[in-house]
């Protein structure tokens, strides 16, 4: 009955290991803007993660969340949901590096939760990593600042980064506009013709649907976002002859 209940024992702390360490993995860096110092950090994972002892690193300077300034979101970060920051490890906004830690332990793999460098290859925690498997040697961030992640969350290294569009860079698309933006309860989407028929849906940035409606012969629709979580989403209209997308944030 003893090496039974210790098999037991030893089996339910391996699985209790793995999934403490599964959840904490699914928090990733997604938004990365050198010359503010603004960090965008999202919970991919399926249950809350208090990330207020997590660490951000660019060698040799590092600081601990929780005496970063949080400008959006919670630190104790529910799944789904992103928290910003502003660091202030970043000296160099041209040529840097990014590591993001559970704990203070810099040149440990297990300790890594994600890492990202641009401007040039070979900054000192590169190897940490490549140990780790989410990054290739050699390789960096070739785009202009500011930076966002576009993977799913189980894609990692240089080729899922890209240059972060904003809010302006949308506005260009003339067939509709977004009102207002940031909101906190309703999207007005205001066409340029005056009898647009199509579908409008909304996606997060995992690429899942989470509103949609059909809409015929108007210049206006709108959208009730007050149930969604806080963060950056794409809206999509698609009409006969055309698809066009947006962002928007929702407060």
Known sequence: MKNNYTLKTIIALMFFTAFCFNANAQV???VVNPSTGEVTMHNYGGTTVDISNYQLCNFPSYNQLSSLTVTQGSLNLAAGADVTVITTVISNPNDAE?????SASFASSVAMQDYMQWGSAGHQ???VAVNKGIWTAGTFVNVAPPFEYTGNGGQNGAPFWDTLLGLEDFENISSFSLTPNPTNT????NF???AFSGEVAIYNLLGKQVNSKNISNTNLATFDVSSLNSGMYIITVTSESNKESKRFIKN
Request: proline fraction near 0%; aromatic fraction near 6%; glycine fraction near 6%.
């Open 125 to 127: 925690r590169e190897v």
């Open 98 to 102: 990014l590591g993001l830690y559970n």
């Open 192 to 194: 340029s013709q005056s």
């Open 186 to 189: 309703v999207l007005n989407l």
């Open 28 to 30: 990733r860096l997604t």
